[in-house]
């Protein structure tokens, strides 16, 4: 990272990289600790597990609107705006009284969140070079995975030495923060010819954007089939994570300091994985990275899914966060080569809205499954599926590149004839 600092073509990136770091970063110390704010409150699990149901609900109620608003703005001041936003409802969290008003404010937070996440994908597009996305993307996952290492060790500091409701304000100020460094970012003018936000948003509009997105994925079936396989296999890894403690206690037999032990060997994965990732991602191509480590990480899962003793399980784990790393810089710099920004953000809201809804169902079925048969069966199947996902996108990945390349497909800023 420090390198590209001293590279002009890179100041504005590394910039930008640093803002959604710290944001990642407080993110994870917001999650704990919001976890034992709800169960110092209830004392129930399933009250905690509600936290987790909050987030597809928020995109469900979110993502079928708001990409028509993100590819009508400016999305560097949409950022800003939904950063300070969700700073000022988590700063707002330890007023809650009751764990309904909790649950309200986790929504309106979410929601934010599932705002964000396409319209940062659309203003890194416009930002980044082509030739540049890959590496941006590599970067990217090492920041994320760092956060996802640095972020819980904070929140355990700042737990031991004062309470659940610190750890809240500091991801506050953290959010806080970001909206200052994005607002040193450049506004990326509007090209002429851009649709703007109308006055009032109307039904007529937002059905309008969903037959542009249904339409562009008709002419680009190949593109929208390795997004749509990429997301669901992470909705498979989502649905599966909901029986990992289950998974631990019951299966394994592992202890609460064996299973936190397990937890810190996936960090481990993940900040090696990315390390090699930012090392190596100029030799390899986008279709290797999204397809090859999508199966490197179902074959992850397998060898967890199919273990017996910690020293399998750990196994696993680490082969599959390693992989991770791999996998979204594939999936980041794909979408980022293949969909056009000024519908990126009403295609990436719909078919995130599609992975939610996706997630909501299997997430069930597996634990309906598990309750009704045991966890380990249920596990295998799961992984199962999700492998053969896997090795769908792989091939539809490398065949959708080998048409690309014998056709010129070159999308970026181009404004598809639909």
């Known amino acids: ?3 590209i600092w001293k590279d002009k073509e890179w100041r504005e990136p590394a910039v930008l990289l640093t803002g959604i770091g710290i944001a990642n970063f407080g993110a994870w110390v917001y999650l704990i600790a919001l976890n034992l704010i709800v169960l110092d409150m209830t004392g129930s699990a399933l009250a905690v597990a ?11 109620l979110t993502n079928f609107w708001s990409g028509s608003v993100i590819d009508r703005v400016n999305q560097r001041n949409l950022m800003i705006t939904l950063d300070l936003l969700r700073a000022v409802l988590i700063a707002c969290l330890p007023f809650a009284s009751t764990l309904w008003l909790i649950y309200v404010f986790v929504l309106l937070i979410n929601m934010a969140g599932s705002m964000f996440e396409p319209a940062s994908m659309t203003y ?3 930002l980044i070079p082509e ?3 890959q590496r941006f993307n590599a970067f990217r996952s090492l920041i994320d995975s760092g956060a996802f290492l640095i972020g819980p060790a904070v929140a355990g500091v700042l737990l031991m030495m004062g309470t659940p409701v610190t750890a809240i304000y500091l991801n506050a100020a ?10 040193s970012m450049p506004k990326l003018e509007r090209k002429k010819g851009d649709e703007k936000l109308p006055e009032r948003m109307s039904w ?10 249904i339409a562009f994925s008709k002419r680009y079936v190949l593109v929208m089939t390795v997004f749509f396989l990429f997301s669901c296999m992470m909705g498979m890894a989502t649905a599966i994570d909901s ?8 299966v394994l037999g592992l202890t609460d300091g064996e299973y936190g032990f397990l937890v810190s060997i996936a960090g481990s994965g993940i900040i090696v994985g990315a390390i090699v990732n930012t090392v190596f991602t100029k030799k390899l191509t986008v279709a290797a990275l999204i397809g090859g480590g999508s199966v490197m990480v179902s074959i992850g899962y397998l060898v967890y899914a199919f273990s017996s003793s910690f020293a399998g399980a750990a196994t696993g784990f680490f082969i599959l966060a390693f992989s991770l790393a791999f996998a979204n810089t594939g999936f980041h710099t794909f979408t980022q080569n293949h969909i056009p920004v000024d519908v990126m953000g009403r295609t ?9 809804l996706f997630i909501i169902i299997t997430t069930a079925v597996i634990g309906v499954a598990s309750e009704l048969v045991t966890v380990q069966p249920v596990v295998i199947a799961s992984t199962a599926v999700m492998f053969g996902i896997s090795l769908l996108l792989l091939a539809v990945s490398f065949k959708q590149s080998k048409e690309s390349d014998a056709a010129e497909f070159a999308l970026e800023g181009e404004r598809p004839s639909i």
Do not use: C, H
């Not at 953290?174 to 607002?183: E, G, N, R």
């Not at 007529?204 to 997105?213: F, K, P, S, T």
């Open 1 to 3: 990272m420090k390198g």
């Open 50 to 60: 509600g936290l987790y149901i909050v987030k597809p609900a928020a995109t469900l």
């Open 124 to 126: 890194i597009t416009k």
């Open 131 to 133: 030739k540049n996305r």
């Open 174 to 183: 953290a959010l806080f923060v970001s909206a200052i460094i994005l607002s």
């Open 204 to 213: 007529e509009i937002i059905r309008a954007d969903w037959r542009i997105v």
């Open 243 to 250: 029986q990992e403690a289950t998974f631990s206690k019951r």
């Open 348 to 356: 990436v809201s719909v078919y995130s809205l599609l992975e939610a």
